[in-house]
């Protein structure tokens, strides 16, 4: 019997009751795909999933999406990104501080994210929060007139912005960055599946909004930033080991928090999953 608990009054649930590893029947699976529709984040606590089981679950969604950075993805699981800060042997075993920014997953790809699922493996015991922020409510808490002119513009999305003036680690190549060339997307996306209309562009992949000269997209965007991004609005989850969190990418931004000791490991399999609509 699944047990669903709300966790703030804008965004996310506690889902008990379910083992992801199992074979989910199509009632059980339905329950679950339900809850993720209306809630935008779920998490699943004491999980234990092989990275067979984890693409499995992940794929009732929809297709899997394979990342850019080829080099932190699982060998021989392309579909499973590792977020990692464990070194091996000289080898990193997977994308150190990735996502320090508040991004939609993939919101750079021509066809983006529907969600992800993020498996805790490894992780701190103080610091390395994720935090999420429900793009549908900040929609919904703008004025009528803001609404619909921003139903008339189109954001500019690409990877390489994430890296405009940040630091990160490791640095990427010049060739690497520009692997994906900028798409385009509505700055209001209607949610297909509860037909909620939510914005759509985050500080880590949009550069500008096609329509508006550069200063007034700039002060455009940073209002909106602002407003998405309100303490009030932002559930933030503090991992435990075998913490699953599955999100909806349509629906929210999130962001890494980089506090944690970093002699403390954090290792994690995220898979994503395609926006087919
Ligand atoms: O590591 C985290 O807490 C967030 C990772 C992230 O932003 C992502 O997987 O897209």
């Not at 965004?11 to 029947?25: F, H, P, Q, T, W």
């Not at 464990?86 to 990193?92: A, E, L, Q, S, W």
């Not at 690497?176 to 909620?196: C, F, I, M, S």
Request: charged share 20%; net charge negative; proline share 6%.
């Amino acid at each position: 019997m699944l047990e669903i608990t709300p966790i703030t009054p804008t965004l996310g649930a506690e889902v008990c009751g379910i083992d992801l590893s199992a074979d989910l029947s199509d009632n059980l699976f339905g329950a679950v795909r339900d809850a993720f529709n209306q809630h935008s984040v779920l998490l699943f606590r004491g999980q234990e999933m092989s990275p067979e089981q984890q693409v499995k679950f992940s794929a009732r969604f929809g297709k899997l999406m394979v990342h850019v950075l080829k080099e932190s993805l699982l060998e021989g699981h392309p579909e499973i990104y590792r977020l990692s800060n464990v070194v091996k042997d000289g080898i990193p075993q997977g994308r150190a501080n990735a996502g320090q920014y508040w991004h939609s997953d993939l919101s750079y790809e021509a066809q983006p994210s529907l969600g992800s699922v993020l498996y805790g493996i490894e992780v701190p015991k103080v610091g390395g929060d994720t935090l999420f922020t429900s793009t549908a409510h900040a929609y919904e808490t703008l004025s009528p007139t803001m609404q619909s002119f921003l139903k008339g513009l189109t954001g500019v999305h690409q990877f390489a912005h994430a890296f405009r003036g940040r630091t990160t680690s490791p640095t990427l190549s010049q060739a690497k960055l520009e692997e994906r060339p900028p798409v385009e997307h509505p700055v209001v996306r209607r949610h297909q599946d509860n037909g909620r209309d939510c914005l759509f562009v985050n500080p880590g992949f949009t550069i500008n909004i096609k329509e508006l000269e550069d200063q007034e997209s700039e002060i455009l965007l940073d209002f909106l930033y602002a407003h998405m991004t309100k303490p009030e609005y932002v559930l933030r989850h503090k991992w435990l080991p075998g913490d699953v969190v599955l999100w909806d990418n349509r629906a929210l931004m999130h962001t890494g928090v980089n506090d944690y000791d970093a002699a403390s490991p954090r290792h994690m399999h995220r898979t994503t999953i395609e926006d087919a609509a």
